[in-house]
């Protein structure tokens, strides 16, 4: 292609005025507030269907990755190292001490279901408004960006709702430090957690997108990454033991295992180190 059609784009983008960019945003705006509020109502519809099932799921020992790991263990229970998974009495109750707040949880998760299912339309609606400023070439490497970032949140929520919450949650509501005291969970504490570890995986797992940016304003380069493996196996640790506080190795590999790959996969993507002059000339 000819840096004639390169440079199209960008100078019919300068035909518009600043008031046509505000209006084709203002309209971009609207779209996705539409969006959000089509699936708001169809969360709020479906939403004690959805507490139920899924986001109280692991809250008793029918959840999915309980009956996994109860499978793969074979009734094995190392204490200190490995939770009992074969345990088909655990169960916790969700208890509510507020008037309001079975309410307004219904209100709050029905929105933030609703943000997360309309995200890809709003990345559209992103990637509709930057286009026509893009060169050709500059239009491939967004695009990947949009769909890879996405893809990567999601892939974050799926990993923090079916292993990091559930994981922590099981052992911190097994744990005491009497017997005397008995573990009461609120409805407030259990969707704060809930919510908290899904949005935080969502983002850790935006760590090879946010390299891969880096490394095309060339302030990462895949040398740096390589050098810095073993303090970062040591950084990922700790942020493994923040994310589960459980501390028992079990979780705690189960936490850092994915961390560690998200490092390997950013020395994969960012740019290799630029060869020195007297390199170049051999």
Known sequence: MSAEGENKAPQEEQEMSFWDHLETLR?????????????????????????DTFV?????????IYKWFAALSHGVHINGIMPDFGDDSFHVD?????????????????FWFALVLAFPYL???IWKFIKPALFPKEQWGVRLAF????GLFYLGCVVGYSLVFPLTFRFLTQYTIGEIVTNQISLNSYMANFMTILFVMGLVFEIPMVAWILSQMGLLRKGFLKSYRRMAVVVLLVLAAMITPS???FTLSIVFLPLYMLYEVSILVVKADEPLDGDEDE
Do not use: K
């Open 94 to 110: 969700i208890i509510n001490i507020n008037v309001a707040t079975q309410f307004m949880t219904h209100i709050t998760t029905s």
């Open 123 to 125: 990345i559209y609606e």
């Open 247 to 249: 501390g028992d190795p």
């Open 27 to 51: 309209w971009a705006i609207f779209r996705v507030l539409g969006a959000v509020l089509v699936f708001l109502i169809g969360c709020f519809i479906a939403m004690p269907h959805i507490f």
């Open 56 to 64: 109280l799921g692991p809250t008793t020992s029918d959840f999915f």
């Open 147 to 150: 769909l890879c970032g996405t």
